[in-house]
């Protein structure tokens, strides 16, 4: 197993974390009510997707 010889200077290490950061949440409209969901998920407010109805996903919202 690889094992380095030197300690990484803080210049080295946060220059090399820089490009790792969250990315933002994408948001289309619902085709049936035109409220903001994720693609490929059940819609947060109505709980359809690809024209199915699906009663879990009106409980799967997060509170507070």
Known sequence: MAV??????RA???????NWKAAPVVLTTC???QAPAQ???AC???GT??????????RTEHQG
């Open 4 to 9: 380095p010889k030197r300690k990484m200077s």
């Open 49 to 58: 997707y690809g024209g199915r109805h699906y009663d879990a996903a009106e």
């Open 31 to 33: 085709p049936q009510c």
């Open 39 to 41: 693609p490929h998920r």
């Open 44 to 46: 947060p407010s109505c």
């Open 12 to 18: 080295n290490t946060r220059h090399r974390r820089s």
